[in-house]
């Protein structure tokens, strides 16, 4: 046999208890709220893969810019060796889907043996952003990459490669 009250609906029985809208917690503004922070998570994830994306493009097309020019003709000019980083660059960014050009912001395009050949590449990222509220941003994000000459490449002066390195403090 049951306990009298538990059937019937006393206060505080196993039956009365979640019956109403008394002690709700949660309605539609949960909802409405949940689906604000869901947007916003996700608008956060995609802003930092383009950044992340960008390192990548950035990356690489200083990668090859620097290839270029240590693997250039020995007669280039100077010219020339800019003109071929920057192609260098711009197929790279081309290679990962990007349409913007990138920007050398700091090229050392030495064409010597043991000299070191760096380029830094910059690309501007927009920050993606709801509409209407908040105004458009851009953040830059830059990447550097360095190679040495090789000192025994044909073609850069009639000097013994090693003997040209150490002369020049290596």
């Known amino acids: 046999m049951t306990p009298r009250g538990a059937l019937q609906g006393a206060a505080g029985s196993p039956r009365d208890r979640g019956v109403g809208e008394r002690g709700m917690v949660a309605g539609l503004e949960a909802l409405a709220f949940g689906v604000l922070v869901f947007v916003f998570g996700t608008l956060t994830v995609l802003h930092g893969w383009a950044v992340v994306d960008a390192r990548f493009a950035t990356s690489a097309a200083a ?27 711009a197929q790279a960014f081309d290679a990962h889907g990007y349409t913007a050009e990138p920007v050398l912001i700091d090229a050392q395009l030495a064409r010597a043996r043991c000299a070191t050949v760096a380029v ?40 013994d490669g090693l003997l040209a390195c150490r002369s020049g403090g290596l």
């Open 120 to 159: 830094t590449v910059e690309v501007q990222v927009a920050a993606t952003i709801v509409p209407g509220i908040a105004g458009s941003a851009s953040y830059p994000v830059r990447a550097s990459y360095a190679e040495v000459v090789d000192p025994f490449r044909a073609g850069l002066g009639a000097a």
């Open 63 to 89: 990668r090859e810019a620097v290839r270029a020019v240590v693997l250039a003709p020995a007669e280039a000019t100077p010219g020339e060796l800019e003109a071929l980083a920057g192609s260098a660059a």
